[in-house]
């Protein structure tokens, strides 16, 4: 919620500067966001007077002006603005000032041969407002050379963010409440005098549904002017970040925001018969203010009259009834919605508004009649008119609570011995009464507070949260054991090795939009939400790869060369229970550019599927999977390039990692050009080592005696995975073979068609004494036999 500090002083009496009110709403749990000052921006504006205003040599649009800012000279500037004529007094920007705007800095330049210098501005270019039809035009009086920021004064504007519990907050009136309790002010009484009426009011206004709207209040107020509304209304909605429309609309959005009381203003010429808080027909459709059309169910509430609905209770109203600059006379509206209705009314229609989040919160209910009053007291003083009396149909709720309260409870609870008078005082300030037995009765306005222990919080967020004492928890002797589980730290050590590698943690939603879900769900069950926080994340996600090529599609349309980034986290389906399945997942994601062009590169180099494979097997391998008995097989997916992607597999059913380029469909699918090189790891699959934690790791002792290396050079189809021949050398001697690898890859002269030559490299460590021929023959027949089982043959 944003408010400007004039705002804020207009209800409450109050010397403390912005900083210090902001330090204070945070303290008091109504934390700060921000705080914005539009004239801190403007220091190198000013005030200037135009001298003389002639025609440009070279443009018929535009002028060459001679402007007194103050100094010993006049300066030229260029300037195309309509009204810019001799005597008028505006606002120039200086070189070096910077345009609120477009962020655009000045400077002194020639403009179609005539030199300019500075700018003069219109409203819209410094943020003031939307006019851009010309510059600025200031009172004759206004002081020549004064800075623009010092001559219009400082009103800075707080952002505050509401807590859910605080509906009372949800007005500025409310927040200078906490203030004043706080001791920042005084609170000013709200200046509502009751507005009598001098006619009865023309229209039946009654409630049909006494569960969704307990209390409908209205009042015909005729013969109003709906022009422009003052400006120091305009300047109080601007600083909320809401845009004028129309003095009716303003009045009532001014209401809303200072005093959290929504209301509703009805162009009275529009409506026929009858206006009625009833429930919805089946069938029945509205257009809302925001000229979208709504299918109502029948457990909605709705404002209607005998032609039908004009409007979404509590919510938002509809666009035939709105008062527009022709209206002459209005009904308005004050009403009291039960909050669990708006709430689902607002989540079953996807509609968001000021309004809604104010009723669903719960607003005072007492306030029915206060906010007409403030209502029509602010029409006939801006718009004229006559009101009738009003009609009150129905009860508000405003039967208060009242709690047993024990003031020691503040120490027991709190840990602060706060004095007996002083928490009379602040309940006092916050509007509870407190009794002489300590009964405390809770305002209308705190549907938050049931019991003792939200009388304590008031209490001792109000005395100063700062002041509980810092009581360290007991603990016993020795060393802590250690608290994290085996996933967190498998979580830990592939996090650390991943980003060792030189890639990127990012952290993605993880719901998704149904059809990116959809795209890599293999055939099962989405998890989708009932209630989502967004239409377009209503589903789990099934993998992590689809928030991350939305993050790599990011990146590369913001320039990004080259693109390396990884996940962990959860993946969610529907188990066969219909319960929800989390499993812990990795995911890589490289794009672009793996090495840069260069003199001794050449041409910028890409990613491709061996990229892939080499993160997969590292990064299994610091998660602890025995990765020298992993097979590569494909069938990685119908999201992979088939020629181009293969899955590390524990056997031929446990798939343990996914490695590839992407499928063309796939990242035409995600709005990505170029190719994309992707990894899945399964963490959950990696099984956990034998007696893993029952006996600490013995110290690394190098062995005693020299390893030997031999060769060999194997004739074997082409279609044979190197992988495969590697994996049954390894394993013909594993009492003395600890090592192996691929050196030669050799296809063309002396190698038979549909064969090929590969070179592999074998380590053996001796153990208690060193080789003979005998013992190194042996070995090399060991190795032979188990690569024939792959069908090779030692090359001659």
Known sequence: MKFSLSWLQSVLDTKADARTIAEKLTSLGLEIEGV??????????????????????????????SVDVGEAAPLQVVCGAPNARAGLVGVLGVAGAVVPANGMVLRNSAIRGVESNGMMCSTRELCLGEDHDGIIELPADAPVGTSFADYIGSDPVFDVAITPNRPDCMGVYGIARDLAAAG????????????????????????????????????????????TSPKWL??????????????????????????????????????????????AVAGEKVVALNGKEYALEPWMTVIADDAGVHDIAGIMGGEHSGCGDETTDVLLEVAYFDPASIARTGQALALASDARGRFERGVDPAFLDTGMDLLTALILEICGGEASEVVRAGEPPVARKAVAYDPTLAERLGGIDVADAEQKRILAALGFDVADDWSVTVPTWRPDVDGAPDIVEEVIRVHGLDAVPSTPLPRADGVAKPTATPAQMLERRVRRAAAARGLHEAVTWSFLPEAEAAHFADGEALWTLANPISE????MRPSLLPGLLSAVKRNLDRGAASVRLFEIGRRYLRGADGASDEKLSLAVVLAGDKVARGWAAGKAQAFDAFDAKA???????EAGA????????????????????????????????????????????????????????????????KGAGAFAKPHFAPPPLQAVTRDFAFLVAADVAAGDL????????????????VFDDFRGAGVPDGQKSLAIEVTLQPVDKSYDEAALKAISDKVVAAASKQGATLRG
Do not use: W
């Not at 709200?190 to 009598?196: M, T």
């Not at 009716?248 to 209301?263: E, F, H, K, S, W």
């Open 626 to 689: 025995p990765v020298d008995n992993l097979q590569v097989m494909g069938e990685a997916g119908p999201q992979f390039h088939p020629g181009q992607s293969a899955t590390l597999r524990l056997g031929p059913k446990t798939v343990l990692a996914r490695f590839g380029v992407l499928h063309p469909a796939t990242a035409k699918a995600f709005d990505i050009g170029g190719p994309v090189v992707v990894v899945e790891l399964f963490l959950d699959r990696i099984p956990a080592k």
């Open 184 to 227: 920042l002010g005084v609170l000013k009484p709200i200046s509502a005098e009751p507005v009598a009426g001098s006619f009865a009011c023309p229209v039946e206004v009654r409630t049909d549904d006494a569960e969704g709207c307990p209390a409908f209040y209205g009042r015909v107020i005729r013969g109003v002017k709906n022009g």
């Open 36 to 65: 914005e000052d539009a004239s801190a921006a403007l220091t190198k504006f000013r005030v200037a007077r135009v001298l003389t205003a002639e025609k440009h040599p070279q443009a018929d649009k535009l002028q060459v002006l």
């Open 234 to 279: 305009q300047d109080c909605l601007k600083s909320a970040g809401q845009r004028p429309i129309s003095a009716l609309v303003d009045i009532t959005n001014y209401v809303m925001l200072g005093y959290g009381r929504p209301a509703h203003a009805y162009d009275l010429a529009k409506l026929s018969g009858a206006v009625v808080a009833r429930k």
């Open 536 to 539: 377009d994340l209503k589903t």
């Open 615 to 621: 993160e997969a097997l590292a990064l299994l391998a």
């Open 726 to 741: 590697l994996r049954s050398v390894k394993g013909a001697d594993k009492a003395n073979i600890v090592a192996a690898r």
